[in-house]
């Protein structure tokens, strides 16, 4: 079945380092979501990239779509205390009526 | 406009017990997913409801669990006769229409806890 890998699973960064976290898929993807969950919460939605190699930036996240369409990154620039969570992407599964989501990237800032 | 709604957040079961999940999608959402979330683990498909049917239960385990999505109501998941394993957080999320684009919306999960 469709799978989308995401790596690192875990990254610890100093405050003020970058941070980027990477999804892959072997096939063509229709389009991609991220998603953060902060410890002890819900999934919250960020950002949905559809055409190939789409950039969207939302303040220091930057979101990039390939241009085969089967890769995304999220990057962080200059990371905070309040970026701490686990980054989910998530795709549509193709012939499928549910979405797939990645195994996430937890991302620790230390202080 | 309300959020996803999740009821109750936290339950307690013992081994052999039935446990009832509610979730009320956000108003004018008739699409319910739900996911079921281990501990330091990611987020694993398990159903696809509109109201009155389930269009896809490919993530649903065959025995024990069951879920609807009455006309009226929030959608249920019910799992019977618990085990340990079953001790997870199970997150709905819904979205207004069924479209390959649309974003889920997230309630806070019911953390299920199995004695």
């Known amino acids: 079945g469709q799978q989308v890998m995401q790596i690192p699973q875990y990254q610890h960064v100093q405050e003020g380092e970058d941070f980027t976290t990477y999804c892959n898929s072997s096939t063509t993807l229709s389009n991609i979501q991220w998603y953060k969950q902060r410890p002890g919460g819900h999934p919250v939605f960020l950002i949905q990239?559809?055409?190939?190699?789409e950039v969207k930036k939302q303040k220091r996240l930057t979101f990039q779509f390939g241009e085969a369409k089967k890769n995304s990154s999220l990057h962080i620039t200059a990371t905070q205390t309040t970026d701490v969570g686990t980054y989910f992407c998530?795709?549509?599964?193709?012939?499928?009526?549910?979405?797939?989501f990645g195994p996430g990237t937890r991302l620790s800032v230390l202080p | 406009n309300a959020g996803v709604m999740q009821n109750p957040r936290h339950l307690v079961r013992r081994r052999g017990q039935e446990a009832r999940l509610r979730c009320s999608p956000m108003?004018?959402?008739?699409?319910v997913y739900w996911y079921r979330q281990l501990p330091e683990e990611g987020l694993k498909f398990m159903v696809y409801?509109?109201?009155?049917?389930?269009?896809?239960e490919s993530g649903m385990p065959k025995e024990r669990f069951s879920a609807e999505f009455p006309k009226e109501g929030p959608s249920i998941l019910r799992i019977q006769q618990v085990v340990r394993g079953d001790s997870a957080a199970y997150f709905c999320?819904?979205?207004?229409?069924?479209?390959?684009?649309?974003?889920?919306?997230f309630g806070p999960g019911t953390r299920l806890l199995v004695l």
């Open positions: 990239l559809v055409k190939s190699g």
């Open positions: 998530a795709t549509p599964k193709n012939y499928g009526q549910n979405f797939v």
């Open positions: 108003k004018g959402h008739s699409h």
């Open positions: 409801l509109q109201k009155e049917n389930i269009i896809d």
């Open positions: 999320a819904s979205s207004p229409l069924k479209t390959r684009t649309e974003t889920q919306y």
